[in-house]
């Protein structure tokens, strides 16, 4: 049994669970494990990453970092080589939950910051608790971001608040979150994983194969050119157009009856 990280799985939903609110590298190499793991389970049609208690993820561990950081020998030899935990645990992971072909729903059940909001972040959709704080938190420990926060926050909130929000890393709310699109429902904190997973299961029994192809889309669509996005636009479409699930949901619309998909 994972002894930071749950995995519960219940109508196509797979429902992952961080037991500890700090990142561990115990709990970052399972976590990592479990996203593998489910992503290449077809019986999983979306995904929940969630918290326990009054926190859903306040990032690195810093105890652990301050044991690290003391049983190091002799500091690095180039200052500029990544320190291995940022490439070979937090990176992976990032890129993993970024990389889900199915929808991701987070909810964060309470306080986030630092590397725990690069985690939530990644969820195509997020469900957070009234109340709950959030924070950048990187520069209040001296260092620069990481787990994608500063490309997800320009993405999110634009350049000029991203940067007021990683070099002035006060905490906000998450009804404040909400205001700037950082967080999509805020929910009263008891109603926060009923919300969130009822949201995935109603992902998970829509049309997969468009949420995929929306997801890509949606991957490179502020980079991309209009003409790139219009390109990919058609091969995607016309990929999803050949799919079950179109062919269900235009036959279910002439019946006027509701459609019922396979993810196929």
Same mark, same amino acid.
């Given at each position: 049994?994972?002894?930071?990280?749950?995995?519960?799985?219940?109508?196509?939903?797979?429902? =992952?669970?961080?037991?500890?609110?700090?990142?561990?590298?115990?709990?970052?190499?399972?976590?990592?494990?479990?996203?593998?793991?489910?992503?290449?389970?077809?019986?999983?049609?979306?995904?929940?990453?969630?918290?326990?208690?009054?926190?859903?993820?306040?990032?690195?561990?810093?105890?652990?970092?301050?044991?690290?950081?003391?049983?190091?020998?002799?500091?690095?030899?180039?200052?500029?080589?990544?320190?291995?935990?940022?490439?070979?645990?937090?990176?992976?992971?990032?890129?993993?939950?970024?990389?889900?072909?199915?929808? =991701?729903?987070?909810?964060?059940?309470?306080?986030?910051?630092?590397?725990? &909001?690069?985690?939530?972040?990644?969820?195509?959709?997020?469900?957070?608790?009234?109340?709950?704080? +959030?924070?950048?938190?990187?520069?209040?420990?001296?260092?620069?971001?990481?787990?994608?926060?500063?490309?997800?926050?320009?993405?999110?909130?634009?350049?000029?608040?991203?940067?007021?929000?990683?070099?002035?890393?006060?905490?906000?709310?998450?009804?404040?979150?909400?205001?700037?699109?950082?967080?999509?429902?805020?929910?009263?904190?008891?109603?926060?994983?009923?919300?969130?997973?009822? &949201?995935?299961?109603?992902?998970?029994?829509?049309?997969?194969?468009?949420?995929?192809? +929306?997801?890509?889309?949606?991957?490179?669509?502020?980079?991309?050119?209009?003409?790139?996005? =219009?390109?990919?636009?058609?091969? &995607?479409?016309?990929?999803?157009?050949?799919?079950?699930?179109?062919?269900?949901?235009?036959?279910?619309?002439?019946?006027?009856?509701?459609?019922?998909?396979?993810?196929?």
């Amino acid at each position: 049994m994972p002894e930071t990280v749950t995995r519960e799985d219940s109508a196509g939903v797979a429902t =992952l669970t961080m037991l500890r609110p700090g990142l561990s590298s115990a709990s970052r190499r399972e976590l990592l494990g479990l996203v593998q793991d489910v992503a290449a389970d077809e019986s999983v049609r979306a995904v929940l990453l969630t918290g326990t208690g009054r926190a859903f993820c306040v990032g690195q561990d810093l105890n652990e970092s301050r044991v690290r950081r003391e049983a190091a020998a002799e500091p690095a030899e180039d200052p500029d080589q990544p320190l291995p935990v940022l490439v070979e645990e937090y990176n992976p992971l990032v890129l993993a939950l970024s990389g889900l072909r199915v929808p =991701l729903v987070v909810g964060l059940n309470g306080a986030c910051a630092g590397a725990g &909001l690069g985690l939530a972040l990644t969820g195509d959709l997020r469900v957070a608790a009234a109340g709950a704080k +959030i924070t950048t938190a990187f520069a209040g420990v001296a260092l620069s971001s990481d787990s994608g926060v500063a490309s997800r926050l320009v993405h999110c909130v634009g350049g000029a608040r991203a940067a007021e929000l990683l070099l002035l890393p006060e905490p906000f709310l998450s009804e404040t979150a909400l205001q700037w699109g950082l967080v999509h429902r805020v929910v009263p904190p008891e109603r926060v994983l009923a919300e969130a997973w009822a &949201l995935a299961a109603r992902l998970a029994a829509g049309p997969t194969v468009a949420y995929r192809a +929306i997801k890509t889309v949606l991957a490179t669509a502020a980079t991309d050119s209009l003409e790139e996005t =219009l390109a990919l636009e058609a091969r &995607l479409q016309t990929r999803a157009g050949q799919a079950a699930d179109h062919r269900e949901a235009v036959e279910a619309f002439l019946a006027k009856r509701p459609p019922v998909f396979t993810g196929h």
